[in-house]
């Protein structure tokens, strides 16, 4: 077992990282034959990760993986593996694929997939995460059992967080049970008092349950909906959509009414969103119905600035492009709504273009006309963007005239 190396290497192991010299030290922890040496330079490294990562190359992140793959020693190995998760949580898969490209090349003479085993027994929590990842690719019944017993055991919130991902890319119908109860954890069951660990955790169980997706996945998504952590609640809304929308579209459209937390009304908008464009041709005009008809009936207050948050900012089209037409259907709405939609008359995506165009024909008068002046004034007459602009005013036009008419 490796352990602090004499106190003169530790001085200048030291010495080398506090005058940046971080290739060297990596170089240690790659050839030095003296394992306490190797465990001191990684330890020094995880200890000033926030210098090193800024120094950190393709060639020494090359050095560290090889570190994990070869190196004799356990404590080494679990030292570098925590590098390597700072730096970048994807690298851990790379290990495990290069393991399954070679399977006899391991760090000991246990061949792959079962030096996972080894892995998962460890008391080492960075080396139950190399586990765990081996775990979901493999995915044979003997290997479901042992994230199953990770999700039900494990202490430390990263390797669970892990856990619970590995086992919703799996989707066997037995995580249900163990994953729902770290919706109900509270901070006290886990040796670290990290809340956003515990946070990422348990969108790591919301996000599991959905991939996983069978009806009691969905009835431990709906109980998690009625929780009093608010933060769960919230992503849970947020995301629950993405499990089927005539399932939930109500539910979510239940939450917009929430008139004293702006979070959930807006997680409740992305997930009435979500119902959108999670629903299949067949289904999306009753889900979209069904949304207008709920809005109009049960939401007291004006969301339209939810959804006017997520055409301005979602990186998705087709959320853009749903959540302009929606606007267009809200019995009210505010200035955000108009002014989100005349900047979409500009937007490089065409059809939210015209959907944002349509929508602005279904607004208050006052609420649009100074802003489309104002984009006829500053664009080229002949570009799309004012035969846009000029419709919606010529529609408002004939909307006011109708209206003193009658």
Same mark, same amino acid.
């Given at each position: 077992?490796?352990?602090?190396?004499?106190?003169?290497?530790?001085?200048?192991?030291?010495?080398?990282?506090?005058?940046?010299?971080?290739?060297?030290? +990596?170089?240690?922890?790659?050839?030095?034959?003296?394992a306490?040496?190797?465990?001191g330079?990684a330890?020094?490294?995880? *200890?000033?990760?926030?210098?090193?990562?800024?120094?950190?190359?393709?060639?020494?992140?090359?050095?560290? @993986?090889? #570190? +994990?793959l070869? &190196?004799?020693?356990?404590?080494?190995?679990?030292?570098?593996?925590?590098?390597?998760?700072?730096?970048?949580? #994807?690298?851990?898969?790379?290990?495990? %694929?290069?393991?399954?490209m070679?399977?006899?090349?391991?760090?000991?003479?246990?061949?792959?997939?079962?030096?996972?085993?080894?892995?998962?027994?460890?008391?080492?929590?960075?080396l139950?995460?190399?586990? $765990?990842?081996?775990?979901?690719?493999?995915?044979?019944?003997?290997?479901?059992? =042992?994230?199953?017993?990770?999700?039900?055991?494990?202490?430390?919130?990263?390797?669970?967080?892990?856990?619970?991902?590995? !086992?919703?890319?799996?989707?066997?119908?037995?995580? $249900?049970?163990?994953?729902?109860?770290?919706?109900?954890?509270?901070?006290?069951?886990?040796?670290?008092? /990290?809340?956003?660990?515990?946070?990422r955790?348990?969108?790591?169980?919301?996000?599991?349950?959905?991939?996983?997706?069978?009806a009691?996945?969905?009835?431990?998504? +709906?109980?998690?909906?009625?929780?009093?952590? *608010?933060?769960?609640?919230?992503h849970?809304?947020? *995301?629950?959509?993405?499990?089927? !929308?005539?399932?939930? $579209?109500?539910?979510?459209?239940?939450?917009?009414?929430a008139?004293?937390?702006?979070?959930?009304?807006?997680?409740?908008?992305?997930?009435v969103?979500?119902?959108?464009?999670?629903? &299949?041709f067949?289904e999306?005009?009753?889900?979209?119905?069904?949304?207008?008809?709920?809005?109009?009936?049960? @939401?007291?207050?004006? +969301?339209?600035?939810?959804?006017?948050?997520?055409?301005?900012?979602?990186?998705?089209?087709?959320?853009?492009?749903?959540?302009?037409?929606l606007?267009?259907?809200?019995?009210? #709405?505010?200035?955000?709504?108009?002014s989100?939609?005349?900047?979409?008359?500009?937007? /490089?995506d065409?059809?939210l273009?015209?959907i944002a165009?349509?929508?602005? %024909?279904?607004?208050?008068?006052?609420?649009?006309?100074? *802003?489309?002046?104002? $984009?006829?004034?500053?664009?080229?007459?002949?570009?799309?963007?004012?035969?846009l602009?000029?419709?919606?005013?010529?529609a408002?036009?004939?909307?006011?005239?109708?209206?003193? =008419?009658?």
């Amino acid at each position: 077992m490796a352990e602090s190396p004499a106190p003169s290497q530790t001085d200048h192991l030291y010495a080398l990282a506090n005058r940046g010299d971080y290739d060297q030290l +990596v170089r240690y922890i790659r050839n030095h034959d003296d394992a306490n040496v190797r465990y001191g330079a990684a330890g020094i490294v995880a *200890e000033s990760l926030e210098e090193f990562t800024a120094q950190v190359t393709p060639q020494i992140r090359r050095l560290l @993986v090889e #570190s +994990v793959l070869s &190196d004799p020693n356990d404590a080494v190995r679990a030292q570098v593996v925590n590098v390597l998760l700072a730096i970048d949580e #994807s690298t851990i898969d790379n290990i495990i %694929t290069q393991l399954e490209m070679d399977p006899q090349s391991t760090p000991t003479d246990t061949p792959y997939p079962l030096i996972l085993t080894k892995w998962h027994s460890s008391p080492r929590a960075p080396l139950r995460f190399l586990a $765990v990842v081996g775990f979901g690719r493999v995915g044979s019944q003997s290997t479901i059992a =042992k994230l199953r017993t990770t999700i039900t055991r494990e202490t430390d919130l990263r390797v669970l967080r892990r856990a619970i991902e590995e !086992a919703g890319t799996v989707g066997d119908e037995t995580f $249900v049970s163990p994953i729902q109860d770290h919706l109900r954890a509270g901070n006290g069951e886990f040796q670290q008092s /990290d809340t956003e660990q515990i946070e990422r955790v348990k969108e790591a169980a919301v996000d599991a349950l959905i991939q996983i997706g069978t009806a009691a996945a969905y009835e431990a998504l +709906v109980t998690a909906s009625r929780s009093t952590d *608010e933060q769960l609640k919230e992503h849970v809304i947020g *995301e629950i959509g993405r499990f089927g !929308a005539e399932e939930t $579209v109500d539910l979510v459209v239940d939450e917009l009414d929430a008139e004293t937390n702006e979070e959930l009304r807006t997680e409740a908008a992305e997930g009435v969103i979500t119902t959108f464009t999670e629903s &299949d041709f067949e289904e999306g005009h009753a889900v979209r119905q069904r949304a207008i008809e709920k809005i109009a009936e049960d @939401v007291s207050i004006d +969301v339209s600035a939810e959804f006017a948050s997520i055409v301005d900012d979602s990186p998705y089209e087709s959320e853009r492009r749903n959540a302009a037409w929606l606007l267009g259907q809200l019995e009210s #709405s505010n200035e955000d709504a108009a002014s989100c939609l005349v900047d979409a008359l500009q937007a /490089d995506d065409a059809y939210l273009r015209q959907i944002a165009s349509a929508s602005l %024909t279904q607004l208050e008068n006052a609420e649009v006309e100074s *802003e489309i002046e104002s $984009v006829l004034e500053t664009v080229e007459e002949d570009s799309e963007v004012h035969t846009l602009a000029s419709f919606v005013q010529s529609a408002l036009q004939n909307t006011a005239a109708e209206a003193k =008419k009658s």
